[in-house]
């Protein structure tokens, strides 16, 4: 089985360090790169066309909702999850106008995050062995 592939942009290390660590113990998640500016982000994004982007709002050289709007534009079935320290009404609100499928708070955003990468490997998996 072909893993769930995630991309990780967020302008913190340490924050990557750990998003890094928790998805790699999850089954049939493969952590494809991660970034940490906008510019960096694009790259990766096209190097890797991963299933799954975890996108952090505020980035080293600008604004994570740059990101979320040119994946969208060019993949717009990739998941994106907004992953943020702002749990603002109106930055959900524009997250979500944006194109973003799940917004969610860093605080308890880790354990929430975690097990929907999980469910959504499994139903990957469930998926491509029904042959669909």
């Keep these: 089985m072909n893993p769930l592939t995630v991309l990780i942009i967020d302008d913190s290390e340490i924050i990557r360090e750990k998003l890094v660590s928790q998805l790699s113990r999850i089954p049939n998640v493969s952590v494809a790169g991660q970034a ?6 694009v790259r990766a ?18 604004k994570g909702f740059d990101v979320l709007k040119e ?9 994106v999850v907004m992953f943020t320290n702002c749990p603002a009404l109106e930055f959900r609100k ?8 799940l917004f ?20 990957r998996n469930r998926t491509a062995q029904a042959g669909m």
């Design 104 to 123: 969610l708070e860093k605080g308890q955003g880790f354990t929430v995050l975690s097990d929907f990468l999980s469910w959504l490997a499994r139903e």
């Design 94 to 101: 524009q997250s979500l106008e944006s194109g973003a499928d």
């Design 45 to 62: 994004f096209n190097n890797s066309s991963p299933h799954v982007v975890v996108l952090d709002m505020q980035l080293g050289d600008g």
């Design 71 to 79: 994946i969208k534009r060019r993949h717009g079935n990739t998941t």
């Design 36 to 41: 940490g500016t906008v510019a960096d982000a």
